[in-house]
């Protein structure tokens, strides 16, 4: 990292949020928790993993 101008919190999110897509909720969360606990993480994609994770919620009625 970076790769592609992305450093590994960003390549996180966009996994997760592939893993969300195809219904692989139990793994997305766990890495929506890795860039939620990440300390350099940037705001913005914080702001989005939280609105992911509350869609996940909504979505598969999983606690999160």
């Known amino acids: 990292f970076p790769m592609c101008g992305m450093?590994?919190?960003?390549?996180?999110?966009l996994t997760a949020d592939?893993?969300?897509?195809?219904?692989?909720?139990?793994e997305a969360l766990?890495?929506?928790a890795r860039v939620l606990t990440?300390?350099?993480?940037n705001d913005r994609i914080?702001?989005?993993?939280r609105d992911m994770k509350?869609?996940?919620?909504?979505?598969?009625g999983k606690e999160a």
């Open 38 to 41: 990440a300390r350099d993480v």
């Open 54 to 60: 509350d869609l996940i919620r909504e979505t598969s």
């Open 7 to 13: 450093d590994e919190t960003t390549m996180t999110y």
């Open 46 to 49: 914080k702001q989005k993993a």
């Open 30 to 32: 766990r890495m929506i």
């Open 18 to 26: 592939l893993a969300r897509q195809i219904g692989k909720y139990d």
